[in-house]
């Protein structure tokens, strides 16, 4: 089985109210690439929650705040 190697990660950003999902830019060591992960505080993956932990923390910079989408009502933000 691979292990899960975090080798640098950045961008942190809630994606919920509740704050228990944090998503962030990922390089982990057995990809060539970096990727969004979402790392969840009650993930049934060990690296999952120990980055959720790590980001909480500010290891990979402030977690930004979460922002809600517009509701339906709200018209479309678009240049004239």
Excluded: Q, W
């Excluded at 228990?20 to 982990?28: A, Q, S, T």
Aim: proline share 8%; with cysteine; aromatic share 10%.
């Amino acid at each position: 089985m691979t292990s899960i190697i975090l080798e640098n990660a950045h961008s942190p950003r809630y994606i919920n109210e509740e704050g228990d999902y944090i998503i962030l830019v990922c390089k982990f060591k057995h990809l060539n690439e970096e990727l969004e992960f979402g790392a969840y505080s009650k993930d049934t993956e060990a690296h999952g929650r120990d980055i959720y932990n790590r980001a909480k923390a500010g290891e990979f910079g402030l977690v930004e705040p979460y922002i809600a989408p517009p509701t339906v009502n709200e018209p479309p933000n678009v240049l004239a």
